[in-house]
Every structure is written in C-alpha cells, then in structure tokens.
C-alpha cells in the first residue's frame, strides 16, 4: 500500500504559477513511477505528467509540455509539480498516482493507487 497526499493548489491570476507537491508513504517510494492527472468539471480525466521511479524518464501531456515541469526527490517521498503560465483551462482538481510500471506511465489505468486530490484554479 502506498498512501498519497496532495497539497500546493490554490486560486491563481493567469500566467501566474504553483507548485504542486505529492508526498508518499508506505512501501518504498522507488518502487513506483508517479503520474499527475487532472478533472475539470464535467470532463473525464486527463493525464497530466509522469516521472519514472529514479527520475531519468518524464512525460508530458502536450497541452502542458513547456509550461509545466514535474521532478522527484526520493529522499524526501516526494513528487513535484512545477505549474508556470497557467491559463484557465488549467482550473481542475489534480491528483496524484502512483504505478507499479516503474519506468513510468500515461494511462490512469496503470496506476494503482491515487490521493484525495487538490485543487487548482486560475482566473482569468
């Protein structure tokens, strides 16, 4: 078991920026690959980013890519989603996942276990 807690959302201005964190505990953090997804409201979810379990393999949804930037520090238990200009159509709730796939995955169906999620919202 894995137990996930998100934090770092908030009400932002457009083009403004927040950091995300995950911080893990329960089995061994290297054990997995880490996923952010994101669901607006009355859309299904969407992956966001993922990171392999040492950090070596990223992935970016392309509605994301060069915006925003996730990371892990293993000796912390803790995962990382930088957010720079964000726009409106950032506004969801985020969720952090993780997946026994360790090189990393882009499907929510890999992962297997999620937190609570947090809230995200820019204004225009």
């Known amino acids: 078991q894995v137990q996930l807690v998100e934090s770092g959302g908030g009400l932002v201005q457009a083009g403004g920026s927040l950091r995300l964190s995950c911080a893990a505990s329960g089995r061994p953090f290297t054990s997995y690959a880490v996923g952010w997804f994101r669901q607006a409201p009355g859309k299904e979810r969407e992956f966001v980013a993922a990171i392999s379990w040492s950090g070596e393999r990223v992935y970016y949804a392309d509605s994301v890519k060069g915006r925003f930037t996730i990371s892990r520090d293993n000796a912390k238990n803790t995962v990382y989603l930088q957010m720079n200009s964000l726009e409106p159509q950032d506004t969801a709730v985020y969720y952090c996942?993780?997946?026994?796939?360790?090189?990393?995955?882009?499907?929510?169906?890999?992962?297997?276990?999620w937190g609570q999620g947090t809230q995200v919202t820019v204004s225009s």
């Open positions: 996942a993780a997946s026994p796939v360790r090189n990393g995955a882009t499907s929510g169906a890999l992962y297997a276990y």
